[in-house]
């Protein structure tokens, strides 16, 4: 195993391991595991985009998913834009005007696998931004509904919502793709040459990428109660994640 990426796979281990639990619990308990969650998320990608290509790539991945996801998150709890008007609870830690200090994270934490997915999927770097984009946000088809479940952050006009989906906005998930098409399109500039290529020492993000989506359409279908989110982001996100699954190489028998 590559010394590089030795220690990404222990914490992609601990990851899953909370996020296993994280159906086993309530309350402040399993609030406490989506922030652990998210937090371990935030360090693995941050941490495989300098391990794997440098401080420049790194620091763009900051800048454009971290700061750039403050900032909308800022603007969209004050003005309903591009999200649709809503509120956050204070179950998720502490705030600053309005976006608990997590939700930046999580914006980072996903935006690097599915950049990375991207590369493997096409060859352009247009191709590859609209790929990328449409993976994160095919995300928060899971996400949104999770957590909206959870009451940790609610829309004051959750209509039109996808049929089986309640309470949250169609137009939540467009500006979820707005954002990411421009995240994606600065990232892709901003990260340099090495990160517009395919790498030796993707496999812990491919891997989180893809346990992402296998283990977000079980918990959504049998363990949280939410089938109709289960079918949803299983169609959607499965788009971008099934091609990436059919390329990955075969070990021989």
């Not at 999927?121 to 999770?146: I, K, M, N």
Request: hydrophobic share 55%; charged share 10%; with cysteine.
């Amino acid at each position: 195993m590559n010394a590089r990426v030795r220690p990404l796979w222990v914490l992609l281990g601990v990851l899953v391991l909370v996020q296993i639990c994280y159906p086993l619990t309530h309350g402040e308990v399993r609030a406490g595991f989506t922030v652990t969650t998210v937090v371990l998320g935030y360090l693995l990608s941050v941490a495989h985009a300098w391990r794997s290509r440098g401080a420049r790539a790194a620091g763009a991945l900051v800048a454009t998913a971290t700061l750039g996801g403050f900032a909308v998150e800022a603007v969209g709890v004050a003005t309903g834009f591009p999200f649709g008007t809503y509120d956050y609870s204070g179950q998720l830690g502490p705030k600053l005007v309005g976006v608990p200090l997590i939700i930046p994270l999580a914006w980072t934490w996903m935006a690097w696998p599915a950049w990375l997915a991207a590369l493997r999927l096409a060859r352009s770097r247009p191709a590859r931004v609209a790929l990328a984009a449409a993976g994160l946000a095919a995300w928060d088809l899971f996400l949104d509904p999770q957590m909206v479940a959870e009451g940790y952050w609610v829309w004051d006009s959750p209509t039109p919502a996808l049929p089986g989906v309640p309470g949250i906005p169609v137009g939540n998930y467009l500006g979820w793709l707005g954002f990411a098409l421009l995240l994606m399109a600065v990232l892709a500039a901003a990260a340099g040459p090495a990160a517009n290529r395919p790498g030796t020492a993707d496999a812990p993000m491919i891997t989180l990428w893809l346990w992402t989506y296998a283990s977000s359409v079980l918990a959504h279908a049998v363990f949280l109660g939410l089938p109709w989110s289960a079918l949803w982001g299983g169609l959607v996100m499965g788009a971008v994640v099934v091609p990436l699954a059919l390329r990955l190489p075969r070990r021989p028998a």
